[in-house]
T-cell receptor, first 116, second 112 residues
Framework: AQSVAQPEDQVNVAEGNPLTVKCTYS??????LFWYVQYPNRGLQFLLK??????LVKGSYGFEAEFNKSQTSFHLKKPSALVSDSALYFC??????????????FGRGTSLIVHP | GAGVSQSPSNKVTEKGKDVELRCDPI?????LYWYRQRLGQGLEFLIY????????KSGLPSDRFSAERTGESVSTLTIQRTQQEDSAVYLC??????????FGPGTRLLVL
């Protein structure tokens, strides 16, 4: 079984400050991990993914995420937030073990609000 | 290149009517997913197509929901005898064999 948790419904941060959006996961094997962003009235847009290799993954718009196997986490970060980063962020996981599901499980989403 | 497109962008229908939603995936993408997103909620998986394999229908909420895909091209999601609880945004995503998903803009369905 696979699952993902986004413990915060909403994150508030001031423009220019660093931001973190939390994600933890559970899989039986090794994970594929993804972050997507959804702007108002739009579909989801891919930000970044971890499959293998370096634990720090860099993605679009200056975002990065760190894979931590011991803590089963994949938190999304950005050093300096912009008002335009305000959106809904979804973490997703897929178990890549043989026989694992090809269907990723999405978290419930975290609303990021960046204040001017 | 062109992204995933969905039509219609908005659909208002009366309870009990059938609706058909269309998804045009990115050319060459073998994987195609349908999701439902209710207002203020996360993504609810509906159905998954992979190439010519039998689709994974495990997420379809009732037998009123069905979907088809011809080869690796267009997919249609059909909801029969719509109910008010079917009101949601229906999202389609395609991808190169079940990795990164590329989402369409969604179809916003309102059942009156």
């Amino acid at each position: 079984a696979q699952s993902v948790a986004q413990p915060e419904d909403q994150v508030n941060v001031a423009e220019g400050n660093p931001l973190t959006v939390k994600c933890t996961y559970s899989v039986s094997g090794n994970p594929y991990l993804f972050w997507y962003v959804q702007y108002p009235n739009r579909g989801l847009q891919f930000l970044l993914k971890y499959i293998t290799g370096d634990n720090l993954v860099k993605g679009s718009y200056g975002f990065e995420a760190e894979f931590n196997k011991s803590q089963t986490s994949f938190h999304l970060k950005k050093p300096s937030a912009l008002v335009s980063d305000s959106a809904l962020y979804f973490c997703a996981v897929r178990d890549i073990r043989a026989g694992g599901s090809y269907i990723p499980t999405f978290g419930r989403g975290t609303s990021l609000i960046v204040h001017p | 290149g062109a992204g995933v497109s969905q039509s219609p962008s908005n659909k208002v229908t009366e309870k009990g009517k059938d609706v058909e939603l269309r998804c045009d995936p990115i050319s060459g993408h073998t994987a195609l997913y349908w999701y439902r997103q209710r207002l203020g909620q996360g993504l609810e998986f509906l159905i998954y197509f992979q190439g010519n394999s039998a689709p994974d229908k495990s997420g379809l909420p009732s037998d009123r929901f069905s979907a088809e895909r011809t080869g690796e091209s267009v997919s249609t999601l059909t909801i029969q005898r719509t109910q008010q609880e079917d009101s949601a945004v229906y999202l389609c995503a395609s991808g190169p064999f079940s990795e990164t998903q590329y989402f369409g803009p969604g179809t916003r369905l309102l059942v009156l």
